[in-house]
């Protein structure tokens, strides 16, 4: 098969088989997991094919047209960075699939799960093997969207609802910053094409002395950051905890948080090495690392001591990425790239455990936890494992790119010199010691010591079943294996992803030792502080609380809510001042503006010495006559009538008699459409006005007020009458209906003009139509399924 044509297939597959679910559900019940754990494993496979040609410096692409009036192309490229997210994403997934059949019961909705989960996947891949700016968005919003639908999996839990909102605003509010960066970058470049950008010496230094650099760099990392919860963005992250474990371990540890890490590293060739990256990239890194590790320091949950340590460590790929200068742009490029890799695999692999931890206790406090390394020794080895590898601890991967890590600290601090020569590195052994001291927190709490007398926590519990547990042991093994052997990953995994971000970048030396360097002593010191400061983790949480308690506005997630829930106070106080009184005022406010909008010009060609009313229009045969008298006497009936039934049957009537003349003038799909909706319309009325308890109007009008309406109503009549009979003075124009009469049959195979127009040429317009009328259809249903909801707790109260 084409490369090309087996990496489109690698990106689809997940997308073609999520309809496919339902019936594999059918015959597999609900061990539907292994179908989906299946997609995952044929797309990894297929995506190793690739690791010979990649490593060996080769590239994969293609190209296929897609918007050529806008040079939007549907572009696939696969270099060693794509390839290296690829496999994360699926090797991952097939873990967590797998994992899934025994996470999850049989009266969940698995159907569902799974297909967000491969819609997700699909559009990882997606973000991973884009050549296009625009393409690359597209799939980066459906990953936000499919990770709204998988956070809000419990879609009657608050927490749930809650976590998933806040994901949604703040990651797909983040990606229409980036678009907009995109079409700044467009506007220099002249080219959504990324890989034609980045191999591009010329158009990178023109990107670089643009004077929308700084403007570019910071709208498309405000999308960067958001996905990846770095700098104030974090605050959704801990929240899209109430996802199913599987899922936080999917989204939010080893693929999803990554993609804004990714999209940094993509694009480090065109923005590193100038003051700016340096400043934005490694600044909100730096902040973010320490201060998302301190306040893991006084979580209690689980779930949530991971969130903070997953927001800490994407903060250092963030850092690593950021360190460059003019001379050496990529300083910290290996050890990110390296760290990228290690990350996906401890993280998983601890997100799994707490899983099972969960299920077997119940709870996710780790507060009533204790002593369970007798019940569950495989868990417990594992466990010690994964967390030691987020530490740093030899001889597992983690330490190898925390090694890497503080070398290049090191490396950026005697490169900018004075006081960044001691901060740099200061700050980076000060995320360690965090990072050490809560790995550390998730063996002790959970596995040591003696567990609290709880009633609701369970007195004995043991390791899970095969499925479950298989899936975190095949990381943990993997953990060891790149400790041990790195450069069987180096060279075929980590090298070519590394040169596709920095081509002059050395080749990376994993070992385990390499003598007493400043990376060693770094290490050395990270441990001592972090057993010291460990004595103290009681108090240093105790301390975090009482600020959180007395100063609540400190707090970022204080002013999201805050602006969240006043977001619907605020607009019903705005609306109650502007709208303010019965519909008539802003009618006749409306009407008047646009006899307004009428009357100016007409005033400006009648003091030029001009004349309206240059069409002749009063020829016209008899049977129009009468058909406009009918369609006049019918609407003054509508409106002078006092009773509600003679007014809707006689503004029922003009419908008609307008669809009657739409078929005179021979437009018979306009007069078709208009019966229908007269017809309906007519049917709502008479529904609604069965339920009023009256048959005359309510509060009838003066006459005083039926002269001032009769007034505006004539007035907007003149108005538009005039402006009718004025065409004439418009220069005309060549009319463009035959250009789709001459190219319908040849473009679209289509020979019903209208509906090639409506669903062709105007393709998009009508999609918004349609949008709009879906849109209006959910809130109608919303409307009746709440009004059904108060009747049932009526029912219920009485």
């Known amino acids: 098969m084409d490369s090309f044509l087996m990496l489109a297939l690698v990106v689809f597959l997940p997308f073609i088989l999520t309809p496919v679910v339902p019936l594999a559900h059918k015959v597999l019940k609900h061990r539907v997991g292994w179908f989906a754990a299946a997609v995952a494993a044929v797309c990894f496979t297929a995506l190793l094919t690739y690791v010979p040609t990649i490593s060996g410096g080769g590239t994969v692409s293609g190209s296929i047209e897609w918007i050529p009036s806008l040079n939007v192309c549907f572009s696939l490229y696969a270099d060693g960075l794509a390839l290296l997210l690829g496999l994360i994403v699926s090797f991952i997934g097939i873990m967590i699939m797998s994992y899934s059949n025994g996470y999850l019961g049989k009266e969940e909705d698995l159907v569902r799960y ?70 700044c970058l467009y506007t220099i470049t002249g080219t959504y094409g990324i890989s034609e950008m980045l191999t591009s010496p010329g158009i990178i230094q023109t990107v670089k002395a643009d004077p929308l650099f700084t403007m570019t760099l910071v709208l498309i990392l405000i999308g960067c950051f958001a996905k990846s919860a770095q700098g104030p963005f974090f605050i959704w992250l801990p929240n899209a905890m109430e996802a199913p474990t599987p899922v936080s371990a999917f989204l939010h540890s080893a693929t999803m948080v990554k993609a804004g890490v990714f999209l940094v590293a993509r694009l480090h060739p ?44 994407l903060a250092y790929l963030m850092t690593m990425f950021g360190f460059t200068t003019a001379a050496e742009p990529g300083i910290g490029v290996s050890a990110a790239v390296f760290h990228l890799l290690n990350h996906a695999s401890f993280k998983a692999c601890l997100f799994l455990l707490v899983g099972i931890i969960a299920h077997e206790m119940h709870t996710r406090d780790i507060r009533k936890m204790g002593g369970l390394f007798k019940e569950m020794p495989v868990t417990f080895i594992t466990m010690v494992i994964a967390a030691a590898a987020m530490a740093g601890v030899p001889p597992l991967n983690g330490f190898l790119s ?23 590195p200061g700050l980076a ?67 070519p992803a590394v040169l596709a971000v920095n081509p002059a970048a050395d080749h990376i030396h994993a070992a385990l030792w390499h003598g007493v360097t400043p990376a060693f002593i770094m290490t050395v010191i990270t441990f001592i502080l972090g057993i010291l400061f460990y004595t103290q983790y009681s108090r240093i949480a105790a301390f975090e609380d009482r600020v959180n308690e007395k100063i609540p506005w400190f707090s970022l997630n204080f002013w999201y809510n805050r602006t969240v829930d006043n977001a619907a106070r605020i607009c019903a106080g705005i609306s109650g001042k502007i709208q303010r009184g019965p519909p008539f005022l802003y009618t006749a406010a409306l009407l008047l503006f646009a006899v307004f909008l009428i009357a100016v010009p007409a005033a400006v060609v009648l003091a030029s010495g001009g004349t309206l009313m240059l069409t002749p229009v009063f020829s016209l045969p008899v049977s129009e006559y009468v058909l406009l008298a009918l369609i006049i006497i019918t609407a003054a009936g509508a409106a002078f009538m006092p009773r509600y039934l003679v007014s809707v049957m006689s503004i029922s009537m003009t419908g008609f008699l307008v669809a009657a003349l739409y078929a005179y003038l021979k437009a018979p799909d306009l007069a078709m459409t208009q ?124």
Not at 135 to 161: A, C, D, M, N, P
Not at 270 to 298: C, N, P, Q
Not at 414 to 421: D, I, P, Y
């Open 114 to 183: 799974y297909q967000y989960l491969l819609m997700f996947m699909g559009s990882m891949f997606g973000v991973a093997f884009s050549d296009n700016l625009i393409q690359l968005f597209v799939f980066w919003e459906l990953t936000s969207i499919s990770s709204f639908l998988l956070i809000g999996y419990y879609r009657h839990v608050e927490k749930s609802i809650y976590g998933a909102t806040k994901a949604l605003l703040i990651t797909a509010g983040g990606g229409l910053f980036m678009l907009a960066g995109f079409m």
């Open 270 to 313: 065109m923005f590193s090495g100038t003051d700016a990256w340096l400043l934005l990239v490694t600044g909100i890194g730096l902040l973010t690392m320490v201060g998302a590790g301190f306040l893991a320091l006084r979580q209690t949950d689980l779930k949530g001591i991971l969130a903070f340590s997953t927001v800490s460590q």
């Open 402 to 424: 925390k090694e890497m890590f503080y070398e290049s600290a090191y490396d950026m601090g005697q490169a900018l010199g004075g006081v960044w020569t001691y901060l740099i």
């Open 429 to 495: 052994v000060l995320g360690g010691i965090f990072t050490f001291m809560y790995s550390f927190r998730l063996i002790h709490k959970v596995f040591l010591g003696r567990r609290c007398e709880d009633a609701d926590v369970p007195k004995h519990v043991h390791d899970p079943h095969l499925v479950m547990i298989v899936p975190p042991v095949i990381l943990g093994i993997l953990i060891i294996a790149i400790g041990l052997f790195p450069d069987i990953f180096v060279d075929r995994l980590v090298m």
């Open 675 to 798: 019966l229908c909706v007269e017809t309906l319309s007519t049917i709502i009325f008479l529904v609604a006005i069965m339920k009023l308890r009256t048959k005359s109007a309510i509060n009838p009008d003066t006459a005083a007020e039926k002269a001032l309406k009769a007034a505006i109503a004539v007035l907007c009549g003149a108005g538009i009458f005039i402006m009718m009979l004025s065409t004439g003075l418009v220069e005309p124009f060549d009319t463009f209906s035959h250009y789709f009469m001459e190219n319908g049959i040849g473009m679209t195979a289509g020979r019903n003009i209208v509906n090639v127009i409506v669903v062709d040429f105007r393709g998009y317009d009508t999609i918004g139509e349609i949008s709009v009328l879906t849109l209006a259809a959910l809130g109608v249903y919303n409307l009746i399924k709440s009004t059904g909801a108060e009747d049932k707790e009526q029912e219920d109260e009485q």
